[in-house]
Nanobody, 119 residues
Framework: QVELADSGGGLVQAGGSLRLSCAVSGLATLRSYITDWFRQAPEVEREFVAKIYWNNASSVYADSVKGRFTISRDNADHTAYLEMSNLKPKYTAMYYC???????????WGKGTLVTVSS
């Protein structure tokens, strides 16, 4: 059974930083999986934040977080990360990690970690 445990959220003041983690279990290898981070604020649809390809060769960011967030992953450790800096109150949301297989499109989700940015 595949499980994603996302963690690292919390309360932070505007301008602060957080590092989210996503630990994957139940997958023999992360090869061919893309890692995504999404977020969902109250009464707002879930939105894409960032993704990184399995070989760490490239990453993509939503325009709203470019220059502030950095996505990375450690394939050997089966863990993905989202470094967030210079946070704004509008970034307050539940953040979810996800792994999707590039071949069969099987997708797995974490349960989310709450990030609250105070002004």
């Amino acid at each position: 059974q595949v499980e994603l445990a996302d963690s690292g959220g919390g309360l932070v003041q505007a301008g602060g930083s957080l590092r989210l983690s996503c630990a994957v279990s139940g997958l023999a290898t992360l090869r061919s999986y893309i890692t995504d981070w999404f977020r969902q604020a109250p009464e707002v649809e879930r939105e894409f934040v960032a993704k990184i390809y399995w070989n760490n060769a490239s990453s993509v960011y939503a325009d709203s977080v470019k220059g502030r967030f950095t996505i990375s992953r450690d394939n050997a450790d089966h863990t993905a990360y989202l470094e967030m800096s210079n946070l704004k109150p509008k970034y307050t949301a539940m953040y979810y990690c996800s792994f999707i297989h590039t071949g069969c499109a099987a997708r797995y989700w974490g349960k989310g970690t709450l990030v609250t940015v105070s002004s």
